[in-house]
């Protein structure tokens, strides 16, 4: 929007009385008063929840294949919380949730890892070896 430009000096009788009272050459524009209304819109914005990552298809895979003590069941209820969340707009919640089955994802696919590189040691060096 560009500003509008008031003259300094009018050429009404209102200028001429405040000259008249006293005012100085230099503080005439101060002595009118203008009034300048600037119309104001609401925008409203929404948080962008498409950049909450929800996990899904990780907590699924968990789930299905490395239910490690059940963590991959965790992790894929935290997911669809996330998905809720997200749906009714409450980023800070789907933020914390995603937080939270990212952790249980993590935990769930590490643990079954090392557990099937367990076995596949011990299946190659049995213990009867030693």
Same mark, same amino acid.
Request: glycine fraction near 4%; charged fraction near 15%; include cysteine.
């Given at each position: 929007m560009a500003p509008t430009?008031?003259?300094?000096?009018?050429?009404?009788s209102k200028t001429d009385s405040v000259r008249a009272a006293g005012a100085p050459?230099?503080?005439?524009h101060l002595a009118e008063k203008k009034t300048?209304?600037?119309?104001?819109?609401?925008?409203?914005? /929404?948080?962008?929840?498409t950049e909450v990552?929800? /996990? /899904?298809?990780?907590?699924i895979f968990n789930f299905v294949y490395l239910n490690f003590c059940?963590?991959?069941?965790?992790a894929l209820a935290y997911s669809l919380k996330v998905r809720d969340k997200k749906l009714l707009n409450d980023l800070n919640g789907a933020v914390e949730d995603a937080k939270t089955a990212r952790l249980f994802n993590?935990?769930?696919s590490a643990l079954a890892a090392s557990c099937i590189i367990l076995v596949f040691i011990f299946l190659r060096y049995p213990l009867t070896d030693y």
């Open positions: 430009l008031f003259p300094m000096e009018s050429k009404g050459q230099a503080c005439k300048m209304t600037n119309p104001t819109a609401v925008i409203e914005v /929404y948080p962008d929840t990552n929800d /996990y /899904y298809l990780w907590s059940c963590l991959g069941f965790i993590i935990t769930s």
